[in-house]
C-alpha cells in the first residue's frame, strides 16, 4: 500500500469516528494500512449492553470499559419474568466505547481529523479526494485510495454516491438519562403502547421508552408518567433522577447499496437495528472484519452479504415481537403497525 509520509494522503479515510468506524480503523491499521479518521463532535450517547462476544473482542484490544453484568432480563409475551445468561457482558457508555476504540486506534497510528461543517468529495485517479472545514479555520484536502462511511444513519458518503436508505418500520424512542441508579443490567418490559428498557452500571444508567412517532411527541412531555405505569420497571427505580429526555428514529432501515468500487458503509450507515436486537456493537465488529476485503475486491459480495444478514435479522425481529400476543387491538402492536411493519 502507500508508502508516502503526507499526512493528507491515505490508504482508508474514515468519514466518521464512532464505535463501526474505530473499529474498521483499526482492522485497516493491523494490515499495514495508513488509515485517516474523519471526526466530528456530537453529543449522542447512552448506556447499552455487549454481549460476551464483543467483550471478548474489546479485552482483545485491552479495552475494558463499563461494568460487567451476567444476565438479561425481561417481561415480554406474559407477566412471568425470563432471564437469559450472558456471563462475559457489559453495560457501556457508548461515546466512552467509541472514545476508547478512537484511542486505540491512534495508539497504533491512525490520523484523527477533527471537522465542522462544510464536507466535499470527488473521484480521482485511483483514489477519493475529500475537502473539509477545519473545528479551527481554513480548509484542508485529504486524498484516499478507499472511503469508509461509518456517518450512522445520515450515511453522508453513501447518499452522495447515490444510495439511498429504505426505512423498514416507523419506531421511535424517547430517552432519559439516570443518575446514580445503584444497579447493573439490562431489562426490558413490553407494555399496551410499546416497550421499555433500562440499562444500567452503578454510576449511570439510560432509561428508554420505544413507539411509533404519534406515542413518542406526546410522551417526550414527561417520560415518567408511562414509566410509572410500568407494572415491573417501575419498582427498579422507587425514586429516580432523570436528566434532559431526548427523542430519536430507532428503526429498521438498509442502504441501497452499501458498497461500490472503493467505498463501503460500515455499522449504521450500512443498516440500523432496533434496539431491541441488541446487535448495534456486534455489528459493527463484525463489518470491521470485513472491510478490506471488501474495499479491495469484493464491494458486490460485502453489499449481498449485508442484504442477507438484514433479512435473517428482520425474520428473528418478526418472531420476537410474535411473542407478544396480549394487546394486539393496540395500535403499537396490532397487525398494520408502522412501527413493527418490518
Not at 114 to 140: A, K, M, N, Q, Y
Not at 267 to 276: E, F, K
Amino acid at each position: 500500500m502507500t508508502s508516502t509520509l503526507n499526512r493528507n494522503e491515505f490508504d482508508a479515510l474514515v468519514v466518521g469516528a464512532g464505535v463501526a468506524g474505530c473499529a474498521t480503523a483499526l482492522e485497516l491499521l493491523s494490515t499495514g494500512w495508513r488509515v485517516g479518521i474523519l471526526h466530528r463532535h456530537d453529543n449522542v450517547s447512552g448506556m447499552e449492553s455487549l454481549p460476551p462476544e464483543v467483550a471478548s473482542s474489546l479485552g482483545a484490544l485491552s479495552i475494558r470499559v463499563g461494568s460487567e453484568f451476567s444476565e438479561v432480563v425481561a417481561w415480554w409475551g406474559s407477566e412471568r419474568e425470563s432471564r437469559a445468561i450472558q456471563p462475559g457482558g457489559r453495560i457501556v457508555e457508548r461515546s466512552a466505547l467509541a472514545g476508547a476504540l478512537r484511542f486505540r486506534a491512534i495508539q497504533r497510528g491512525a490520523t484523527v481529523i477533527e471537522s465542522v461543517g462544510h464536507f466535499s468529495s470527488e473521484r480521482i485517479h485511483e483514489g477519493w479526494g475529500l475537502e473539509f472545514e477545519l473545528t479551527r479555520s481554513g480548509d484542508r484536502r485529504l486524498t484516499a485510495r478507499y472511503l469508509v462511511d461509518a456517518t450512522g444513519r445520515a450515511s453522508v458518503i453513501g447518499r452522495r454516491l447515490g444510495s439511498v436508505r429504505m426505512n423498514l418500520d416507523d419506531l421511535f424512542c424517547v430517552s432519559a438519562s439516570v443518575l446514580e441508579p445503584d444497579l447493573v443490567g439490562t431489562w426490558t418490559e413490553s407494555t399496551p403502547d410499546g416497550w421499555w428498557n433500562l440499562c444500567c452500571t452503578r454510576e449511570r444508567g439510560t432509561l428508554s421508552f420505544f413507539s411509533a412517532a404519534k406515542t413518542i411527541r406526546e410522551a417526550r412531555e414527561d417520560i415518567t408518567v408511562g414509566f410509572y405505569g410500568t407494572r415491573n420497571i417501575r419498582h427498579l427505580l422507587p425514586a429516580p433522577r432523570l436528566g434532559e429526555s431526548e427523542v430519536r428514529p430507532c428503526g429498521s432501515s438498509r442502504m441501497l447499496s452499501c458498497a461500490g468500487p472503493g467505498w463501503i458503509s460500515v455499522g449504521d450507515a450500512a443498516s440500523t437495528l432496533q434496539p431491541l436486537a441488541s446487535a448495534g456493537v456486534s455489528k459493527a465488529f463484525r463489518d470491521a472484519r470485513m472491510a478490506r476485503r471488501a474495499l479491495e475486491a469484493r464491494p458486490v459480495a460485502y453489499d449481498r452479504l449485508q442484504t442477507a444478514e438484514f433479512r435473517s435479522y428482520l425474520r428473528q425481529l418478526r418472531q420476537q415481537y410474535a411473542l407478544e400476543s396480549r394487546w394486539l387491538g393496540s395500535p403499537f402492536w396490532g397487525p398494520t403497525s408502522s412501527a413493527m411493519c418490518a
